[in-house]
């Protein structure tokens, strides 16, 4: 089946701690995409990437770092520059159609992290 | 610049009932459109897209949108809601390299 695996589906952080969260697709896509959600904020974009070993900072990208070393893979750092790192965070892809990012976006099923 | 605005932050709504959940548009070219519904503590799920052509789109789960350019709106309507249509949807345009996305509209039904 191809798809968006995220793990873990439930991460628990101390305070100064960095954690990564994993991101794989099978799907061929050019593109992906770290988003954070908040209760009643929707869904704000962390970082992006359309090619390997390429990727652009979103709207909150402080205190977070990405790298996009193969195609299917794009992990996520959350480090302890993050002032308020518990979210539910959601990863996605699309394909590259034409050359612009405007075809639907795919998203894994999300990693819940928790700062104790 | 370009927003989507989800203006309805929680809706309930009978079992059997009619369903729109509001969604309008800033965007300075022809939109590219979507809807999407997320479970809780799911990811997210494509209902449906509008790219051009016709104004009024039929996505999955009886889901359907219509574009009205001159309101700047992409509503979603179900003539008859399910209880397991209960979720958050958001709406989402097309912007210059990444996709915006509303607020979310939470949707509860009343059995």
């Known amino acids: 089946d191809g798809g968006i695996t995220q793990s873990p589906k439930y991460l628990f952080r101390k305070e100064g701690q960095n954690v990564t969260l994993s991101c794989e697709q099978n799907?061929?896509?050019?593109?992906m995409y770290w988003y954070r959600q908040d209760p009643g904020q929707g869904l704000r974009l962390i970082y992006y990437s359309q090619i390997v070993n390429d990727f652009q900072k979103g709207d909150i990208a402080e205190g977070y770092s990405v790298s996009r070393e193969k195609k299917e893979s794009f992990p996520l750092t959350v480090t302890s520059a993050q002032k308020n790192p518990t979210a539910f965070y959601l990863c996605?892809?699309?394909?590259?159609?034409?050359?612009?990012?405007?075809?639907?976006?795919?998203f894994g099923p999300g990693t819940r992290l928790t700062v104790l | 610049a370009q927003s989507v605005t989800q203006p309805d932050i929680h809706i309930t709504v009978s079992e059997g009932a009619s369903l729109e959940l509001r969604c309008n548009y800033s965007y300075g070219a022809t939109p590219y459109l979507f809807w999407y519904v997320q479970s809780p503590g799911q990811g997210l799920q494509l209902l449906l897209k509008y790219f051009s052509g016709d104004t009024l789109v039929q996505g999955i789960k009886g889901f359907e949108a219509e574009f009205k350019r001159s309101q700047s709106s992409f509503n979603l309507r179900k003539p008859s809601v399910h209880w397991s249509d209960a979720a958050e949807y958001f709406c989402a345009v097309v912007g210059a390299s990444k996709i915006i996305f509303g607020s979310g509209t939470r949707l509860s039904i009343r059995p």
């Open positions: 799907l061929n896509h050019d593109a």
């Open positions: 996605a892809s699309s394909s590259m159609a034409s050359g612009r990012a405007n075809n639907e976006q795919f």
